[in-house]
């Protein structure tokens, strides 16, 4: 069964560096999400992408933040200065179609600020 | 993903019983609902999804049941397995077209 891939599993970096995840979404679809989960809390949503657009970005979603689709089959959130808040489970999603079908989720990325 | 220390409910449920976890939703603009399952180290697998022109749906051990009257969703695991245990999660796509929002989680454990 086709998944999202996401890398690398586990991040550590210091405070005030710049970090980016990776993501493969499943191949055919069009959609993309990033989400987080700061231990102890929900997952949130940060951002949608699609034709190469951020759609949507919530509020968590800031100048901080940009993400990427640099070739055909990668997307990629980028955190600039990185502040220990930041430290969270990071998530990507794809989907198929937008708003009224499944978002598929990868197995994340555990982001530690130190 | 790592849901150590988050104060979920938690159900607690015999092997082969049936098991239901229940959702309150606040949106009325939701047209769209789903479940997800996360285990300990993984991402939220989708389970079922269901659209608000539908009150119920089945898939394989599992049911989900939507009343849009009072705003609830539920999902029932028919004969529980060691395998369910794990957190769940219901989620809506409130009033967007491109974000779903979570719920805060239900951990259900399986007594042997």
């Known amino acids: 069964e086709p998944e999202v891939t996401q890398t690398p599993s586990h991040q550590v970096t210091q405070m005030g560096q710049e970090v980016i995840l990776r993501c493969v979404p499943i191949?055919?679809?069009?959609?993309f999400y990033w989400y987080r989960q700061i231990l102890g809390q929900k997952v949130e949503f940060l951002v949608s992408?699609?034709?190469?657009?951020?759609?949507?970005k919530s509020e968590i979603f800031d100048d901080q933040f940009s993400v990427e689709r640099p070739d055909g089959s990668n997307f990629t959130l980028k955190i600039r200065s990185t502040k220990l808040e930041d430290s969270a489970m990071y998530f990507c999603?794809?989907?198929?179609?937008?708003?009224?079908?499944?978002?598929?989720f990868g197995d994340g990325t555990r982001l530690s600020i130190l | 993903g790592e849901n150590v220390g988050l104060h979920l409910p938690t159900l607690s449920v015999q092997e082969g019983d049936n098991s239901i976890i229940n959702c309150a939703y606040s949106n009325s603009a939701s047209d769209y609902f789903i479940w997800y399952k996360q285990e300990s180290g993984k991402g939220p697998q989708f389970i079922i999804d269901?659209?608000?022109?539908?009150d119920k749906r089945q898939g394989q051990r599992v049911t989900v049941l939507l009343n849009k009257t009072v705003k609830h969703l539920s999902l029932q695991i028919a004969a529980t397995q060691p395998g369910d245990s794990a957190v769940y999660f219901c989620?809506?796509?409130?009033?967007?077209?491109?974000?779903?929002?979570f719920g805060s989680g239900t951990r259900l454990s399986i007594r042997p």
């Open positions: 992408f699609y034709n190469n657009e951020i759609s949507e």
């Open positions: 999603a794809s989907s198929e179609v937008q708003g009224r079908g499944p978002q598929h």
């Open positions: 269901i659209r608000s022109n539908m």
């Open positions: 191949s055919n679809h069009l959609y």
């Open positions: 989620a809506e796509n409130g009033s967007s077209a491109s974000k779903i929002i």
